[in-house]
């Protein structure tokens, strides 16, 4: 066959596929297309409401006892009492006593003082007397030297008319010179009582000194805790020899603790409610805690269970750490051994590393939303024809769980709080109103200090 046949019959093959396809099309053109319909997606959301928000910081610290007493050793000598169980963490009441010292030299000096005393308080009585004495001797001594006067006047006189010879007369002016002298004496050594009373009366002050010293060495001797304590520290034993400034035990206050937690300074500034510290100094008040009215609890997670202690807002640190951008406040726990019933509930020890949670005063009219409704800084609104609407947004506080908005959106308005992805403009949507999530909310806003240790408290007791 040759290459012009092959040509002459691909041609009939190539109309009659022309004729089919146009058979085959034929009318197409005059059938009405189906218009589809817009889909519709599903979402979950919340009505936001102007709502009073309590802010709420988390910190993390480890507890240490308010008070720590060291027992120095203020005498020395051989230790002659010490309770055998008395070992590093017992429990030692207020008022026990911890330890005693020999007493036996302290005694001693206790009763050479007092002998001293009573030494000189003899001396001071006898001085009275020697006082009294002279007195009475100036009295008679004063008479003697009138009478002596008188006679030496009344010779002279009669000297000079010459019925007294000169050698009477001169016996009679020896023996008045020889009482004026005598009183004399008596003047000075009255003179001189006063200046010895002095001397015996700083001797004995000082006598007394050295008994209240004694008596204080011998109390000494013995001693004593001075409030409910653990046992941190024992350094001594029974029968050892200690010295004056030696470190004899450290005990630990039981009636209080207290926790220095780190918190974010973010999350902290967000409680301090607006204070002007120049006007308040002004009105001769100082600032300090009793100004912000931070409500406080300390937390310990333990396994699955949270183990709560009512505290008290105390204190902050001076400065802020540099590095890690916190603030360290201290908050105080009365009583942390109240309810405890170990292992159930542990008691609040030294060096248990827990969680404080302050919360503030509340902020009155907030926007609240939940975290999960947010996405970056934009939020899902549903308009009036339940169309999405992305909206960008101002934060003005971000807590756990929620954040409050400066700007963005008005209370009514309807925020989308489930994933939706992809999240388009005009998108249409179907709408389920989520109730827990927005029960969620208002209990998270309200903080949750005053019913959590409402209901431990009740489990302690």
């Not at 009505?47 to 008070?67: E, K, L, W, Y």
């Not at 008045?176 to 002050?205: E, F, G, M």
């Not at 999530?437 to 209990?443: N, P, S």
Request: cysteine-free; hydrophobic content about 45%.
């Amino acid at each position: 066959m040759t290459e012009k046949t092959r040509r002459l019959l691909i041609i009939p093959a190539i109309a009659i596929g022309v004729v089919v396809f146009i058979f085959m099309t034929k009318g197409k053109d005059d059938t009405p297309r189906e218009q589809l319909g817009e889909h519709a997606t599903p979402v979950r959301f919340i009505t936001v409401q102007a709502q009073d928000v309590v802010p709420q910081a988390i910190g993390n610290g480890s507890v240490t006892p308010t008070r720590v007493w060291s027992a120095i050793s203020q005498v020395q000598g051989r230790v002659v009492a010490l309770p055998p169980q008395y070992r590093a963490g017992m429990v030692i009441q207020q008022g026990n006593r911890l330890l005693a010292i020999d007493d036996a030299d302290y005694k001693l000096a206790l009763a050479q003082a007092s002998a001293a005393i009573q030494a000189t308080e003899a001396q001071l009585q006898q001085l009275a007397a020697q006082a009294e004495n002279l007195n009475a001797s100036l009295a008679i001594e004063q008479d003697s030297l009138d009478s002596a006067e008188k006679e030496w006047q009344r010779l002279k006189k009669l000297a000079k008319q010459g019925t007294v010879s000169t050698s009477a007369l001169e016996t009679q002016e020896r023996a008045y010179l020889a009482q004026k002298q005598q009183l004399q004496n008596i003047t000075s050594s009255l003179k001189l009582l006063p200046s010895d009373r002095a001397v015996l009366q700083a001797q004995l002050t000082q006598q007394q000194t050295q008994l209240q010293q004694a008596q204080l060495n011998l109390e000494r001797t013995e001693i004593y805790a001075p409030f409910n304590a653990r046992l941190a520290e024992l350094n001594v034993e029974l029968d050892q020899y200690i010295r004056v400034g030696e470190v004899l035990a450290v005990l630990d206050d039981m009636d209080q603790a207290e926790v220095e937690a780190q918190f974010p300074l973010d999350q902290f500034a967000q409680l301090v409610p607006p204070l002007d510290i120049k006007s308040i100094m002004e009105n001769g008040e100082m600032p300090g805690p009793h100004l912000l009215k931070f409500k406080a609890v300390v937390r310990l997670q333990r396994n699955s269970e949270m183990i709560e202690w009512p505290a008290r807002f105390v204190r902050t640190d001076a400065s802020i750490d540099p590095q890690t951008r916190t603030v360290g406040a201290v908050v105080a726990v009365d009583d942390p051994y109240a309810g405890a019933m170990p292992p159930l509930r542990p008691p609040l020890v030294k060096g248990m590393y827990v969680s404080v949670v302050l919360e503030g005063e509340a902020h009155v009219g907030e926007i609240a939303i939940p975290r999960q409704a947010l996405h970056g800084d934009q939020i899902y609104v549903i308009d009036a024809d339940n169309r999405l609407e992305r909206r960008e947004v101002k934060i003005a506080m971000r807590q756990d769980g929620f954040v409050t908005l400066a700007s963005g959106v008005q209370a009514g308005e309807r925020v989308v709080v489930s994933d939706l992805i992809p999240a388009v403009d005009g998108m249409l949507l179907v709408l389920v109103e989520d109730a827990q999530v927005a029960q969620d909310l208002r209990l998270g806003l309200r903080g949750s200090l005053g019913t959590s240790l409402d209901t431990n408290q009740a489990q302690g007791e």
